[in-house]
């Protein structure tokens, strides 16, 4: 999935095109993994935690977003005068409204998002949900052998957060060279990051919490957005993956980077 992110282009004049190959892929890898579940299922239920809560909502949530802008794209305006920037300022608002009535409000939005962990059995692990007023419609029509109900929810959030961030980028007009060349003195090459995507949302936490850039003013979505631009790279959901980085056992990337630095200037010594 991360390979073929990086070989496509959200440029205006291709994101149709690369966002219904997106849509094929992604749609690809959720069957063979729900093949590859039904025949294996987990070892335990922490395996099962960690799928439903973490793998599979970023597949789900990365397809739904694929999906939901190549229907955005395809439908949208000719470049005539202001009717394309009035027609993603609808979009931007109706995801706004949706999100904040039906998604920030709710009793799982605030335990997904504070990575809390006690209730991940009741949310994560198949058959454990008890049917209650208000449960959407889609749950009755959900095969319940490769789905909680929650993992869908989860990957609304991403998929709600990715595209809130495209469309703010869409109605700034940055994207429009996303994924393009650089400058001609570049040539046809880009500026692409050869580390991994959480080396990236590292160094952004830690630029931002520095306030090295902007003096701080730039909120992180902001600053993942520039990024992101910059490097031709999509970040997804950037706030849980820094999260998930308080549990890891490695060294950080700033601690790699500060050896290399040092290694470096050694050299001219």
Known sequence: MKAEE??????????????????????EHLEKLKESVLKEGFDSS????????????????????????????????????????????????????????????????????????????QYFVRGQLDLLPGTRNRFFDTDHRFSTYYDYEAARIIECELLYEYLHLRLSGQNDHYGHSLPENQGDKKVLWTESKNALIELIYALHASQSV????????????????????????????????????????????????????????
Do not use: W
């Open 214 to 269: 902007g003096h701080g003013k730039l909120s992180i979505r902001q600053m993942v957005s520039l990024f992101q631009m910059v490097f031709n790279v999509q970040l997804g959901d950037a706030h849980h993956a820094f999260h998930r980085m308080k549990f890891r056992t490695s060294n950080s990337f700033l601690d790699r980077l500060k050896s290399s630095l040092d290694s470096y200037m050694d050299k001219d010594l």
């Open 6 to 27: 990086e070989r496509i282009s959200l440029a205006p004049e291709l994101v149709v095109m690369e966002s219904r190959k997106m849509v094929t892929c992604l749609h």
């Open 46 to 121: 922490e395996d099962e935690i960690e799928f439903f809560r973490i793998i599979k909502p970023l597949i789900f949530g990365k397809l739904l977003y694929y999906n939901k802008i190549f229907k955005i794209e395809a439908g949208r305006p000719v470049e005539v005068g202001n009717i394309s920037r009035k027609y993603f300022k609808s979009k931007l608002e109706k995801l706004e409204s949706y999100y904040i009535r039906d998604v920030v409000g709710t009793d799982f939005y605030k335990y997904y998002r504070s990575d809390s962990s006690e209730k991940d059995e």
